[in-house]
T-cell receptor, first 112, second 114 residues
Framework: GDSVTQMEGPVTLSEEAFLTINCTYT??????LFWYVQYPGEGLQLLLK?????DKGSNKGFEATYRKETTSFHLEKGSVQVSDSAVYFC???????????FGQGTTLQVKP | GAGVSQSPSNKVTEKGKDVELRCDPI?????LYWYRQSLGQGLEFLIY????????KSGLPSDRFSAERTGGSVSTLTIQRTQQEDSAVYLC????????????FGDGTRLSIL
């Protein structure tokens, strides 16, 4: 079945460091890809998305490019801040229903 | 504006009891989803409602789980004869009717089975 694999955390970085969180997927259809973020004490919220190959989703300085040839959707940010500390989930949707299949989540901790 | 509202925020109950969880989606959102977030299984899809169509129940883990959505708005997830492995955070999300639309999540109900 369809699945998403994320790099295991926690990831600990200093402020202004470069961030990469790897995400790869397996899908029988042509998926839409998403990154969701869960800040401490808050609900899950969409960070960015891409719906077709080579699309780049971006938001709040984060970017991810839909790579069909490598079935990947890695999340990157050039300079992280303490406020980026959160749990990040990669997800896909292939069904017409839009139901999401999530990766296990990666905890990011940014230290000042 | 109002987001997705879930109640209760926390529920503690004894094994074997029935529980009912409530979700109030964003007004105008025709799609509604239930997910479960647990330590061992991560985030899992449970059930999906869209308008008057038959729900997609493919994620429900057993026949002890059921859900309904009345009048195309509020939804309730019912777990009968709860077991300890049902302990998790139950999340509800709603969206406009298109699979690429973002899903808006509630804060969840944390369910603990003693």
């Amino acid at each position: 079945g369809d699945s998403v694999t994320q790099m295991e955390g926690p990831v600990t970085l200093s402020e202004e460091a470069f961030l990469t969180i790897n995400c790869t997927y397996t899908a029988t259809g042509y998926p839409s890809l998403f990154w969701y973020v869960q800040y401490p004490g808050e609900g899950l919220q969409l960070l960015l998305k891409a719906t077709k190959a080579d699309d780049k989703g971006s938001n709040k300085g984060f970017e991810a490019t839909y790579r069909k040839e490598t079935t990947s959707f890695h999340l990157e940010k050039g300079s992280v801040q303490v406020s980026d500390s959160a749990v990040y989930f990669c997800a896909l949707s292939t069904s017409n229903t839009g139901k999401l299949i999530f990766g296990q989540g990666t905890t990011l901790q940014v230290k000042p | 504006g109002a987001g997705v509202s879930q109640s209760p925020s926390n529920k503690v109950t004894e094994k074997g009891k029935d529980v009912e969880l409530r979700c109030d989606p964003i007004s105008g959102h025709t799609a509604l989803y239930w997910y479960r977030q647990s330590l061992g299984q991560g985030l899992e899809f449970l059930i999906y409602f869209q308008g008057n169509s038959a729900p997609d129940k493919s994620g429900l883990p057993s026949d002890r789980f059921s859900a309904e959505r009345t009048g195309g708005s509020v939804s309730t997830l019912t777990i009968q004869r709860t077991q300890q492995e049902d302990s998790a955070v139950y999340l509800c999300a709603s969206s406009l009717a298109n699979r690429n639309q973002p899903q808006h999540f509630g804060d969840g109900t944390r369910l603990s089975i003693l």
